[in-house]
C-alpha cells in the first residue's frame, strides 16, 4: 500500500519588488537570479516576480517584434533550467506568443523546468494602459499545483476587475492567491490597492500577496509597496514605497487554511514625501535607464526650476547637475542672488550666460520684417527661446540632458513657449501643479528623502517660495498679471482635467463664471502645446499624454 505524502503546511515565500528595464531582458534575467539566490540563502520556497518582468513593464509594441518574444522565452527557459539545484521556484512574468495570440503570461518554474503558465484574462484598457492592443484575452486561469499546494495567480486587472477570475479560482480549488502586478503610482494610490485586494480576499475567503513592481519607465512610476492581507482582514506585511526590496514572508497552514503571522511593516510615506520620491525615482531612472551621463537646466530663480535643481540633485549627485542662469535686462537682482544661493546650497555647478546680446542681434534681424509692429509677447518669447537654444546648445556640445522645469498649471492653460522654456528631455514637475510644487519644495526643505543624494538643510532659499511668482519677460511682470491666483487656477484645473466636471459644476463651487470658460478655453486651445512637449513624471490620476488623449483640432466649449 503506497503512503500519501502529507500536504505542507508551511510555505516561505520571497516577495521581489525590483527595478527591470523594458526590452534589457539580459540585465532583467540577471536581476530574476540574483534574487532568486538572495531567496535561497533565506530559506525560501518560491520567489515571486512581479508582472512582465523579464521584459519590463509596460513592453507595448515591443510585444508585437516576433524576435522580442522569441528573446523573452528563452530567457525565461533559462531561469527554468536553474531551478534543478533544488532551490526555490519561481513565478515570473513575461509576454507570450501562443496559438492563441500573444498573452501577458507568468510562468512557473521548478524542478528544472516551466511546470505551469498562465495568462492575464482582464485587459486593461483605460487611463495608462492599452494592453488589448497587443494583448489577447487569456482562458478562465485555474490554480497551480506547487509542492503539493495549489496557487491561483491572477496577475494585475485580474483582481481589479469584474470578470470573476479569483472567484474561479477559489471555486476551483485555490488555497492562496498571489498577484504579480505592475501598477503605477499615482497619489494615494496604495489605499486603493488595499481597498481591491480586500474586497477580493472578503469575496473568495483566501489570503492574497500582492507584489508589486519598483522603478521609472518613461512617465510612470512604479513605486512597489508591495503587501499582504490575511483572510481575518488583516494586513500581513507591507513592504516599502519606492526602494528596492526583497521579502521573505512566511505562511502556515492551519484548520482555517494559511495565515501569515506577520511580516515586515514598513512605514509608508505621506503624500508630499509620495509624491517627491515618485518624481526623483521616475527622473533618476528616465536618465539613469537612457545613457544620459549629466543634466543641465536653466535656473531661474523661481520655484520650478528651483525645485527640479533640487531634484535633480538628489536623483543623479551634484556632480551631475549643472545649473545656468541666463539673465536679460528684466531679470531681477533678487532672482540672481536666489538662484546663486539655490545652486550654492544644492553644491551643483552654476553658470551665469547673459542673454542681451543674443536677444538683441534676434531682435536687429527681425527689424524689418517687424518694422511698424508694436513690440509685446513675440519679443517676450524671443527671450525664452534665446534662452532655449542655449541650453540645447550646452546639451548638444556636452552631452548633457535638458531638464525642462514647467508645471501643469503652466502646461494646462499654455504659459510656456514652444522651443523656449518647454525644451528639454524629461520634465520631474510636468505632473504636478503650482501649489504642489510650493508643498513638496516646503517638504524637501525639512526632510531629505531616503535614496536622496543632496544635502540636508534649507535647498530652496526661503525668498524663492515667498515671493510672487514671474516669467520675468517685462518690468515688473507677476503670472497673476493674467492669470487668477495658483490656489483658484488649480482648483479649477484639478475639476476640468482630473475630475471632467463641468463648467457649471465647476461655478457651484464658488468660482466665477467667466474665469472658468476662461481656463478651460485656454485648456483645450494649449493641446498642441503639450503635444510638443517632454515626458514627464505621472503624478495625479490623469497626467497630460498617457491618460488624457483630447483632440488639437476641438471646437467644443461646454456653456451648461
Request: glycine share 10%; proline share 5%; charged share 25%.
Given at each position: 500500500?503506497?503512503?500519501?505524502?502529507?500536504?505542507?503546511?508551511?510555505?516561505?515565500?520571497?516577495?521581489?519588488?525590483?527595478?527591470?528595464?523594458?526590452?534589457?531582458?539580459?540585465?532583467?534575467?540577471?536581476?530574476?537570479?540574483?534574487?532568486?539566490?538572495?531567496?535561497?540563502?533565506?530559506?525560501?520556497?518560491?520567489?515571486?516576480?512581479?508582472?512582465?518582468?523579464i521584459s519590463g513593464y509596460p513592453p507595448e509594441d515591443l510585444v508585437l517584434k516576433p524576435a522580442f518574444l522569441n528573446a523573452c522565452l528563452q530567457a525565461v527557459e533559462k531561469l527554468a533550467g536553474e531551478t534543478a539545484d533544488g532551490g526555490p521556484g519561481v513565478i515570473i512574468?513575461?509576454?507570450?506568443?501562443?496559438?492563441?495570440?500573444?498573452?501577458?503570461?507568468?510562468?512557473?518554474?521548478?524542478?528544472?523546468?516551466?511546470?505551469?503558465?498562465?495568462?492575464?484574462?482582464?485587459?486593461?484598457?483605460?487611463?495608462?494602459?492599452?494592453?488589448?492592443?497587443?494583448?489577447?484575452?487569456?482562458?478562465?486561469?485555474?490554480?497551480?499545483?506547487?509542492?503539493?499546494?495549489?496557487?491561483?495567480?491572477?496577475?494585475?486587472?485580474?483582481?481589479?476587475?469584474?470578470?470573476?477570475?479569483?472567484?474561479t479560482l477559489a471555486e476551483s480549488g485555490a488555497e492562496i492567491l498571489l498577484s504579480p502586478n505592475g501598477s503605477p503610482y499615482y497619489r494615494d494610490k496604495v489605499d486603493v490597492r488595499h481597498q481591491v485586494v480586500l474586497k477580493q480576499v472578503i469575496e473568495t475567503g483566501l489570503?492574497?500577496?500582492?507584489?508589486?513592481?519598483?522603478?521609472?519607465?518613461?512617465?510612470?512610476?512604479?513605486?512597489?509597496?508591495?503587501?499582504?492581507?490575511?483572510?481575518?482582514?488583516?494586513?500581513?506585511?507591507?513592504?516599502?514605497?519606492?526602494?528596492?526590496?526583497?521579502?521573505?514572508?512566511?505562511?502556515?497552514?492551519?484548520?482555517?487554511?494559511?495565515?501569515?503571522?506577520?511580516?515586515?511593516?514598513?512605514?509608508?510615506?505621506?503624500?508630499?514625501?509620495?509624491?517627491?520620491?515618485?518624481?526623483?525615482?521616475?527622473?533618476?531612472?528616465?536618465?539613469?535607464?537612457?545613457?544620459?551621463?549629466?543634466?543641465?537646466?536653466?535656473?531661474?530663480?523661481?520655484?520650478?526650476?528651483?525645485?527640479?535643481?533640487?531634484?535633480?540633485?538628489?536623483?543623479?549627485?551634484?556632480?551631475?547637475?549643472?545649473?545656468?542662469?541666463?539673465?536679460?535686462?528684466?531679470?531681477?537682482?533678487?532672482?540672481?542672488?536666489?538662484?546663486?544661493?539655490?545652486?550654492?546650497?544644492?553644491?551643483?555647478?552654476?553658470?551665469?550666460?547673459?542673454?542681451?546680446?543674443?536677444?538683441?542681434?534676434?531682435?536687429?534681424?527681425?527689424?524689418?520684417?517687424?518694422?511698424?509692429?508694436?513690440?509685446?509677447?513675440?519679443?517676450?518669447?524671443?527671450?525664452?527661446?534665446?534662452?532655449?537654444?542655449?541650453?540645447?546648445?550646452?546639451?548638444?556640445?556636452?552631452?548633457?540632458?535638458?531638464?525642462?522645469?514647467?508645471?501643469?498649471?503652466?502646461?494646462?492653460?499654455?504659459?510656456?513657449?514652444?522651443?523656449?522654456?518647454?525644451?528639454?528631455?524629461?520634465?520631474?514637475?510636468?505632473?504636478?501643479?503650482?501649489?504642489?510644487?510650493?508643498?513638496?519644495?516646503?517638504?524637501?526643505?525639512?526632510?531629505?528623502?531616503?535614496?536622496?543624494?543632496?544635502?540636508?538643510?534649507?535647498?530652496?532659499?526661503?525668498?524663492?517660495?515667498?515671493?510672487?511668482?514671474?516669467?520675468?519677460?517685462?518690468?515688473?511682470?507677476?503670472?497673476?498679471?493674467?492669470?487668477?491666483?495658483?490656489?483658484v487656477l488649480d482648483d479649477i484645473l484639478e475639476c476640468l482635467v482630473e475630475k471632467e466636471m463641468s463648467t457649471e459644476e465647476i461655478v457651484a463651487r464658488g468660482h466665477d463664471e467667466a474665469t472658468v470658460h476662461r481656463i478651460e478655453h485656454l485648456l483645450y486651445i494649449a493641446?498642441?502645446?503639450?503635444?510638443?512637449?517632454?515626458?514627464?513624471?505621472?503624478?495625479?490620476?490623469?497626467?497630460?499624454?498617457?491618460?488624457?488623449?483630447?483632440?488639437?483640432?476641438?471646437?467644443?466649449?461646454?456653456?451648461?
Open positions: 500500500m503506497t503512503a500519501h505524502k502529507a500536504a505542507p503546511t508551511l510555505l516561505r515565500i520571497a516577495v521581489a519588488q525590483l527595478n527591470p528595464t523594458v526590452g534589457d531582458i539580459a540585465g532583467n534575467l540577471a536581476k530574476a537570479r540574483e534574487a532568486r539566490a538572495d531567496a535561497a540563502r533565506q530559506g525560501a520556497d518560491l520567489l515571486l516576480l512581479t508582472e512582465l518582468f512574468g513575461f509576454p507570450r506568443l501562443a496559438k492563441t495570440g500573444r498573452h501577458n503570461a507568468v510562468a512557473v518554474l521548478d524542478g528544472g523546468k516551466i511546470i505551469a503558465v498562465r495568462d492575464k484574462v482582464d485587459l486593461p484598457n483605460y487611463g495608462e494602459f492599452d494592453e488589448k492592443r497587443v494583448f489577447d484575452q487569456g482562458e478562465m486561469p485555474g490554480p497551480v499545483n506547487f509542492r503539493g499546494i495549489r496557487i491561483g495567480i491572477p496577475i494585475c486587472e485580474d483582481i481589479w476587475g469584474d470578470l470573476g477570475v479569483c472567484e489570503p492574497m500577496i500582492y507584489a508589486n513592481q519598483l522603478g521609472g519607465q518613461d512617465e510612470l512610476v512604479f513605486d512597489g509597496a508591495s503587501f499582504a492581507f490575511n483572510t481575518d482582514k488583516s494586513l500581513a506585511f507591507q513592504m516599502s514605497q519606492f526602494e528596492e526590496a526583497l521579502s521573505i514572508v512566511e505562511w502556515k497552514k492551519g484548520d482555517n487554511g494559511w495565515h501569515c503571522a506577520g511580516g515586515l511593516q514598513s512605514r509608508l510615506p505621506e503624500q508630499e514625501e509620495a509624491d517627491y520620491r515618485a518624481c526623483m525615482l521616475g527622473f533618476r531612472d528616465y536618465v539613469n535607464k537612457n545613457g544620459f551621463k549629466n543634466v543641465v537646466l536653466g535656473l531661474s530663480g523661481g520655484i520650478d526650476s528651483a525645485i527640479c535643481a533640487a531634484l535633480a540633485v538628489d536623483a543623479l549627485g551634484e556632480e551631475r547637475v549643472r545649473t545656468i542662469m541666463l539673465p536679460y535686462r528684466y531679470t531681477s537682482k533678487d532672482s540672481l542672488k536666489d538662484a546663486k544661493d539655490c545652486a550654492e546650497a544644492l553644491g551643483c555647478r552654476y553658470d551665469i550666460v547673459p542673454i542681451e546680446e543674443p536677444v538683441q542681434g534676434f531682435l536687429g534681424a527681425l527689424a524689418d520684417m517687424f518694422e511698424g509692429t508694436e513690440s509685446g509677447i513675440t519679443e517676450e518669447n524671443l527671450q525664452s527661446r534665446t534662452r532655449g537654444t542655449i541650453l540645447m546648445a550646452v546639451s548638444n556640445k556636452f552631452g548633457s540632458m535638458v531638464v525642462t522645469t514647467g508645471n501643469k498649471s503652466e502646461m494646462s492653460v499654455g504659459y510656456a513657449t514652444l522651443y523656449g522654456d518647454m525644451n528639454g528631455g524629461f520634465n520631474p514637475i510636468k505632473d504636478l501643479y503650482k501649489m504642489q510644487v510650493y508643498g513638496i519644495s516646503r517638504w524637501r526643505n525639512t526632510t531629505v528623502p531616503p535614496g536622496a543624494l543632496g544635502p540636508s538643510g534649507v535647498v530652496i532659499p526661503q525668498n524663492i517660495i515667498d515671493k510672487a511668482p514671474s516669467a520675468e519677460l517685462r518690468p515688473n511682470q507677476t503670472d497673476q498679471d493674467s492669470l487668477p491666483p495658483y490656489p493641446e498642441y502645446k503639450r503635444r510638443q512637449s517632454a515626458p514627464g513624471v505621472k503624478i495625479t490620476k490623469k497626467n497630460f499624454g498617457r491618460d488624457r488623449r483630447y483632440p488639437i483640432t476641438n471646437r467644443f466649449r461646454d456653456r451648461g
